[in-house]
């Protein structure tokens, strides 16, 4: 027999929700009302394969990991905390927004609008310890972008994954830890990696006084409209209490030179590859 469609009122089980690979009548409801609001998303707050203005979830099939990603996507719109599960009572505040709250009205209208402060990550946050292998950075005066010759991250949780990988990999190298001072996922999520007093190692002779800037990515790539933004919001408000103080330059970035990797004399690479003209532009200028 097949379940009853999902209940949007006076729900007996407000926590039940709903599960990668289910499928039923539940999940045929849920994504008709995520694709009711995914339409209405500004491309600025798209991702992966969301990109598109016209990209919806598909109309059959399981509860999968696109469907999970609309879902995010839509919460975050609407001034949601984009990694809550989809219990009945989070659907509800998806579906009816008379049931959302006035703040969370107030941050879905800064985030269409494309001023609101991004996601932000810490280090403490995913347990990254460091060692001060060079000493310190000192004041800086120069910023230099980087990808990561690597996958793409499309949210907070897989930039979490990628710094703590990269965490991993710098240690080994004998660096102390993550190099990159800032992250930033596709969604535009800022990931606050090395203390920004620490000197790091993401440039060859070239790393005192030098802020690390790092998008994850590889050859090809190009950035998405909300790293564009993120990057325009992190220079301008690194140097503010919007950042905690492990990670508040001393200066303000816009006023720094922001080079690619490959721009600094004897680095040989292809870093930050298609990002550059992003990174020469200091993120979005719409």
Request: proline share 8%.
């Amino acid at each position: 027999m097949a379940k009853k469609p999902l209940q949007y009122h006076a729900n007996p089980a407000p926590h039940r929700r709903l599960f990668r690979t289910a499928r039923g009548a539940d999940v045929d409801a849920f994504r008709d009302a995520i694709n009711a609001r995914l339409k209405h998303v500004p491309a600025h707050l798209r991702h992966g394969r969301f990109t598109a203005p016209a990209a919806r979830v598909d109309r059959v099939g399981p509860f999968d990991a696109d469907l999970l990603l609309a879902w995010q996507i839509v919460r975050h719109a609407i001034g949601l905390p984009a990694g809550h599960p989809p219990t009945i009572a989070a659907q509800i505040n998806v579906r009816r927004p008379s049931t959302r709250t006035p703040a969370a009205k107030r941050r879905a209208k800064k985030r269409r609008a494309g001023t609101a402060k991004p996601r932000i990550i810490t280090a403490a946050q995913l347990g990254l310890a460091f060692q001060w292998v060079f000493g310190s950075k000192g004041t800086p005066f120069i910023c230099a972008s980087h990808y990561t010759a690597g996958a793409r991250a499309a949210n907070a949780g897989e930039l979490a994954v990628e710094m703590r990988r990269d965490h991993g990999f710098h240690a080994g190298q004998g660096w102390g830890g993550l190099s990159y001072d800032y992250m930033i996922a596709d969604d535009g999520t800022i990931g606050l990696g090395n203390p920004i007093g620490r000197k790091g190692a993401h440039v060859g002779g070239a790393n005192s006084g030098n802020v690390g800037i790092c998008c994850p990515a590889t050859t090809g790539d190009r950035p998405t409209p909300a790293q564009e933004r993120s990057l325009a919001w992190l220079l301008a408000n690194a140097h503010t209490k919007a950042l905690p103080a492990a990670h508040r330059s001393p200066v303000d970035l816009r006023r720094l030179p922001l080079l690619g990797h490959k721009e600094f004399p004897g680095n040989a690479t292809a870093c930050p590859g298609l990002f550059i003209d992003m990174y020469h532009a200091k993120g979005a200028s719409r």
